[in-house]
């Protein structure tokens, strides 16, 4: 009795981690879960627009993202500064719009298609010149429902 | 030598591979979702011979130029006050007859538009405008269509359009769906979204 005495009042035992890695593995599973990879590199500058009517784009399987900016500082001595359309990974021109589209078309289960939705991720210093000739594009290859893709925000925000 | 019992595997490192993996996933993931005004387009048809006649008075004509100014119905305009003067253009109710609108609460002004399922908006910007000025235009009239049809809604049914909305697409929601939907569609014929789009003016 006395032994055991004298040994507990000399070292205090060690804090036990042994559940510290179920604890790490409850957080790694609820990000594993939640978690969508990023699919595309930006290779554009897309500072989004404001606005406040918004509804929302759930359901990401059935949209596809075009991004229009001026290329990033990477790109700059490359593509010059001028916006650019993004398909993918790479920089497009308007003409491979059409094959863009009918390419997600194909990739999607047949009895969706008609929900397919563009999401147009366009930088708020591009020029409308650029977005309505996408948008023709659209029209041309029948992708109607478009989505223009904001942050939340005061609209008057975008006007300085 | 004596045969000692299996010595247990050290997992102490266990919690360093766990974590390298959650920090992995937390740098990864992406959790927001992406929301923004959904808009048609209009398909692509043959030119018509002989278009039916719009009145002008029915057509609500906003212009952006190149220096991010507005002309709304041939005035120069601030942003701040477009969503005002698109209700008050919408909500005219200005018809007679047949065309009369028996919900609409504006002052009926005959110069104005008949009936908000007749009044067209027409936005026309320039090639040179900024894509931040075009969404702040849109996002206004976009506003002011829903504003009339919470007005209305709350009128009707007591509550305003958005909770309806959020209701039908609830899955939890109790009460039936189809009465709602039908309530909707009430509602979006009210006050039909007819914005019409020019191409943009190349200078």
């Given at each position: 009795?006395?032994?055991?005495?004298?040994?507990?009042?000399?070292?205090?035992?060690?804090?036990?981690?042994?559940?510290?890695?179920?604890?790490?593995?409850?957080?790694?599973?609820?990000?594993?879960?939640?978690?969508?990879?990023?699919?595309?590199?930006?290779?554009?500058?897309?500072?989004?627009?404001?606005?406040?009517?918004?509804?929302?784009?759930?359901?990401?399987?059935?949209?596809?993202?075009?991004?229009?900016?001026?290329?990033?500082?990477?790109?700059?001595?490359?593509?010059?500064?001028?916006?650019?359309?993004?398909?993918?990974?790479?920089?497009?021109?308007l003409?491979?719009?059409?094959?863009?589209?009918?390419?997600?078309?194909?990739?999607?289960?047949?009895?969706?298609?008609?929900?397919?939705?563009?999401?147009?991720?366009?930088?708020?210093?591009?020029?409308?010149g650029l977005?309505s000739d996408v948008?023709q594009?659209?029209?041309?290859?029948?992708?109607?429902?478009?989505?223009?893709?904001?942050?939340?925000?005061?609209?008057?925000?975008?006007?300085? | 030598?004596?045969?000692?019992?299996?010595?247990?595997?050290?997992?102490?490192?266990?919690?360093?591979?766990?974590?390298?993996?959650?920090?992995?996933?937390?740098?990864?993931?992406?959790?927001?979702?992406?929301?923004?005004?959904?808009?048609?387009?209009?398909?692509?048809?043959?030119?018509?011979?002989?278009?039916?006649?719009?009145?002008?008075?029915?057509?609500?004509?906003?212009?952006?130029?190149?220096?991010?100014?507005?002309?709304?119905?041939?005035?120069?305009?601030?942003?701040?006050?477009?969503?005002?003067?698109?209700?008050?253009?919408?909500?005219?109710?200005?018809?007679?007859?047949?065309?009369?609108?028996?919900?609409?609460?504006?002052?009926?002004?005959?110069?104005?538009?008949?009936?908000?399922?007749?009044?067209?908006?027409?936005?026309?910007?320039?090639?040179?405008?900024?894509?931040?000025?075009?969404?702040?235009?849109?996002?206004?009239?976009?506003?002011?269509?829903?504003?009339?049809?919470?007005?209305?809604?709350?009128?009707?049914?007591?509550?305003?359009?958005?909770?309806?909305?959020?209701?039908?697409?609830?899955?939890?929601?109790?009460?039936?769906?189809?009465?709602?939907?039908?309530?909707?569609?009430?509602?979006?014929?009210?006050?039909?979204?007819?914005?019409?789009?020019?191409?943009?003016?190349?200078?």
């Amino acid at each position: 009795m006395a032994r055991f005495n004298k040994k507990k009042s000399n070292e205090t035992p060690p804090i036990s981690t042994a559940s510290l890695p179920d604890i790490v593995f409850m957080l790694l599973f609820f990000f594993m879960v939640s978690t969508t990879m990023r699919q595309t590199n930006l290779l554009v500058e897309n500072e989004l627009p404001y606005a406040d009517q918004v509804e929302k784009l759930d359901k990401k399987e059935l949209v596809s993202y075009i991004y229009i900016g001026a290329p990033s500082d990477r790109y700059k001595s490359t593509y010059g500064t001028e916006a650019r359309i993004q398909l993918n990974d790479k920089f497009a021109s308007l003409a491979e719009i059409r094959d863009f589209i009918y390419s997600e078309r194909a990739a999607m289960r047949p009895e969706l298609v008609s929900y397919l939705t563009i999401a147009l991720k366009v930088d708020k210093d591009s020029n409308m010149g650029l977005v309505s000739d996408v948008k023709q594009e659209l029209r041309k290859a029948e992708a109607l429902k478009i989505n223009y893709t904001t942050k939340t925000g005061e609209a008057t925000q975008n006007i300085q | 030598m004596a045969r000692r019992p299996a010595q247990e595997v050290n997992a102490g490192s266990m919690a360093d591979i766990a974590f390298l993996l959650l920090i992995f996933f937390l740098v990864t993931t992406t959790i927001i979702t992406d929301q923004g005004i959904n808009r048609k387009l209009p398909p692509i048809q043959p030119p018509v011979e002989n278009p039916p006649p719009i009145k002008k008075k029915n057509i609500f004509i906003v212009l952006i130029n190149k220096n991010e100014q507005l002309l709304v119905e041939n005035e120069p305009m601030e942003i701040e006050d477009l969503r005002e003067a698109a209700v008050k253009f919408l909500d005219n109710g200005g018809g007679t007859g047949d065309e009369a609108c028996n919900y609409c609460q504006g002052p009926g002004d005959p110069a104005s538009s008949d009936n908000p399922t007749k009044a067209i908006i027409s936005v026309q910007s320039d090639r040179q405008t900024e894509y931040g000025t075009y969404i702040a235009v849109q996002n206004e009239l976009v506003a002011a269509y829903n504003q009339l049809r919470n007005r209305e809604a709350k009128r009707l049914y007591g509550m305003t359009f958005d909770e309806m909305e959020a209701n039908y697409k609830d899955p939890t929601y109790v009460g039936n769906k189809e009465v709602l939907k039908e309530k909707i569609t009430k509602i979006q014929d009210m006050f039909p979204l007819k914005l019409s789009e020019a191409e943009p003016v190349k200078n």
